[in-house]
C-alpha cells in the first residue's frame, strides 16, 4: 500500500514566510517586494478556490533578516515564536545567497523544507550540508549544461575557445558544459580563466589572440561573466 494511503490532508498548513523587502541603507528591495506580492496571491488563491485543497486552509507568518545573523534570527523566529509558539510547517523565502544558506541551516535542525526562489548558489548543491530544501531556480552551474545543448544540438560546432571565471562558480559550469548534458563530443582548443572580480582583459584577450594565431580559431563561449 501507498505510505499516504491512509493520510489526511490537514485543516491547517502554516506557513512562513521569509522576505527582505529593506536592504542595508533601509532602501526598498523591489524584487524583494514583488516576492512577496506573489506569495500572497498564491496563497489568497488557493484559499479562495475549494478544488486544490479542499479541507486545508494556508495560513502564513511573515518576517524578515538582512544578512546572515538577520536570516538565522528569522529562521528562529519562525519555528519557536509565531502561531503561538507553535511555530511554521514549512518556509518559503527569496533571500540572497547567504540569507537562503544560513536560514536553511537553522530550518534543517528542525525537519522543515525551505522552499526559495532567488537564490542560485552553486553551494546550495551540495545536499549533505543543505537538506530539506526546494528550489524553484536552476542553479547557476546549469546554464553549463544549457550551453552544452545549445553549442551541440542547436549550433553544432565541435571546437570551442572558452573564457570562464576562476571560481566555483565558473569552474562548476565549465565541468558541466565540457562533459555532462548532451551526448555529443566537444573540444575545448583553448581555455582562458580569469580571476573573480577581475575587469581588465587585457591579457586575457592577448592570449586568446595568440592561440588563434596558432590555428585556433574558433567560436567563443563565455562562462559566468
Known amino acids: 500500500d ?28 523591489n524584487n524583494q517586494v514583488q516576492c ?20 486545508t486552509t ?12 538577520g536570516a538565522i534570527e528569522a529562521a528562529n523566529t519562525l519555528i519557536s515564536s509565531k502561531f503561538g509558539g507553535t511555530g511554521v510547517d514549512i518556509v518559503i ?9 544560513a536560514s536553511n541551516q537553522v530550518l534543517a535542525h528542525s525537519g522543515l523544507i525551505q522552499i526559495h526562489a532567488v537564490s ?3 553551494d546550495l548543491s551540495q545536499g549533505s550540508i543543505y537538506p530539506w ?3 524553484t531556480t536552476p542553479l547557476a552551474s546549469f546554464q553549463g549544461r544549457l550551453l552544452r545543448k545549445l553549442v551541440c544540438d542547436v549550433i ?10 576562476n571560481s566555483l562558480y565558473g569552474t562548476k559550469t565549465l565541468a558541466d558544459f565540457q562533459y555532462s548534458g548532451s551526448a555529443c563530443s566537444i573540444s575545448v582548443e583553448s ?17 586568446a589572440t595568440a592561440a588563434e594565431t596558432h590555428g585556433c580559431r574558433n567560436p567563443c563561449i563565455c562562462d559566468n561573466f
Not at 494556508?58 to 545573523?69: C, M, R
Not at 553544432?156 to 571565471?165: A, C, D, E, M, W
Not at 581555455?191 to 592570449?207: A, H, M, P, Y
Open 2 to 29: 501507498s505510505p499516504y494511503a491512509t493520510d489526511t490532508t490537514p485543516s491547517v498548513v502554516k506557513i512562513g514566510g521569509l522576505f527582505q523587502l529593506f536592504d542595508s541603507d533601509n532602501i526598498p528591495d
Open 36 to 55: 512577496l506580492a506573489a506569495f500572497k496571491m498564491a496563497i489568497a488563491e488557493i484559499n479562495s478556490n475549494h478544488t486544490l485543497l479542499p479541507n
Open 58 to 69: 494556508l495560513v502564513t507568518a511573515i518576517t524578515s533578516g538582512l544578512g546572515f545573523s
Open 93 to 101: 523565502g527569496s533571500g540572497n545567497d547567504i540569507e537562503t544558506a
Open 120 to 122: 542560485k548558489a552553486v
Open 133 to 135: 530544501r526546494i528550489q
Open 156 to 165: 553544432k560546432l565541435k571546437r570551442v575557445s572558452v573564457f570562464s571565471i
Open 191 to 207: 581555455l582562458s580563466v580569469v580571476e573573480s572580480g577581475e575587469t581588465n582583459f587585457f591579457d586575457v584577450l592577448q592570449k
